[in-house]
């Protein structure tokens, strides 16, 4: 009993301090504001004197309503500089936009200048390709018809209609050309794989300057000449090619076997050589021979150097062309590739 009676008497003791003290609090609370409140509630009076004999002017505030007033024109003062520095920062943009708005447009007409230039350019690439088609025997494909109209040119690439709403009609005929361009691919590879079969044709058949690197001139043609020793007329029976002096390479001009090499009276140092489909050419008053009977060369390789030997009124090559027993002019096989 006694020890029940001791903790019902902490306990009232101690509920007595707790609610003292909540007291207590809430009355230093209530003491503090009430003093601030008299604070900004304590009268001001602001005097405005003119420098002339005029009426003065009373103005009777408070503190909290002149603090309040400071606060109002401080933030009025940060908004009006955030929203100053803000508008600048804008105008600055605007005239960047403006501008870039400019260069874009001036990039624009640009592009829209090579687009005309680029579709004359596809107008003429298609007028070859038509005729070059035509005289390869190659038809073109039903990719490349639908993509042109009936007149076969690229006339839907002019078509002046307009455009739907939202699309420029660059970009429409961009479409149209690149759709062109794709069907005329295959009439190329045709092309090219046509070439690439008859690539040994071109080196089977004399068809190149016999001369290395292309120099030199034609001194004599094939045909009726005045001989430069008899100055009688004569049949010239190939061509002369002279660069003014002896040593320069003398070349094949097709793929082939030599069959002869040899000195002759008129010729002076000549190589023969026998190519495909019956045809022969001949080299004559060489200098020197890097060639021997039965060799097998390659157009382009060199068989001698340019001379002056046999009858010969200066160094040059004399190149003749035959086609079995006849001799033919070789102007037609020169650089025909």
């Known amino acids: ?6 903790y019902k008497r902490f306990e009232k003791n101690f509920a007595s301090e707790v609610f003292n003290g909540v007291g207590a609090f809430f ?20 005097m405005i004197v003119p420098h002339a004999n005029g009426k003065v002017i009373n103005l009777q505030t408070n503190i909290f309503a002149m603090i309040m007033g400071f606060v109002i024109i401080i933030g009025l003062c940060c908004s009006f500089v955030y929203f100053n520095k803000k508008a600048i920062g804008n105008e600055v943009e605007v005239s960047r936009l403006r501008r870039e708005n400019r260069e874009t447009l001036a990039s624009l007409d640009e592009l829209r200048d090579e687009n005309n230039n680029l579709l004359q350019t596809a107008k003429r690439f298609q007028t070859s390709l038509s005729q070059s088609l035509s005289l390869l025997g190659i038809n073109q494909s039903t990719t490349v018809s639908s993509t042109i109209n009936k007149n076969s040119d690229l006339s839907s690439l002019f078509d002046t209609q307009d455009i739907s709403s939202g699309s420029l009609k660059e970009t429409s005929d961009i479409k149209q050309l690149t759709a062109y361009l794709e069907g005329a691919v295959q009439p190329v590879e045709e092309i090219g794989k046509m070439l690439e079969n008859q690539g040994t044709l071109f080196t089977d058949i ?36 002279s660069t003014w002096r002896s040593g320069d390479p003398v070349i094949a001009t097709a793929n082939g076997q030599v069959v002869t090499v040899g000195y002759d009276e008129s010729f002076g140092n000549n190589v023969i050589i026998k190519h495909k489909h ?5 080299y004559a008053h060489l200098s020197t021979i890097r060639v021997h009977k039965g060799d097998m060369v390659t157009q382009r390789q060199v068989i001698g150097t ?7 009124t200066g160094p040059h090559l004399h190149y003749e062309v035959h086609i079995g027993s006849s001799v033919v002019d070789p102007a037609k096989y020169v650089n025909i590739k």
């Open 1 to 6: 009993m006694a020890r029940t009676r001791r």
């Open 27 to 46: 009355s230093i609370f209530k003491k503090f504001f009430v003093g601030l409140f008299k604070l900004f509630d304590g009268k001001l009076t602001v």
């Open 206 to 241: 004399p068809n190149i300057w016999p001369i290395k690197n292309g120099i030199g001139h034609i001194s004599m043609a094939f045909g009726q000449n005045i001989h430069p020793i008899t100055q009688q007329w004569y049949i010239h029976k190939g061509l002369d090619f």
């Open 278 to 282: 019956g045809i022969y050419t001949r």
């Open 306 to 312: 340019i001379g002056q030997t046999g009858i010969a």
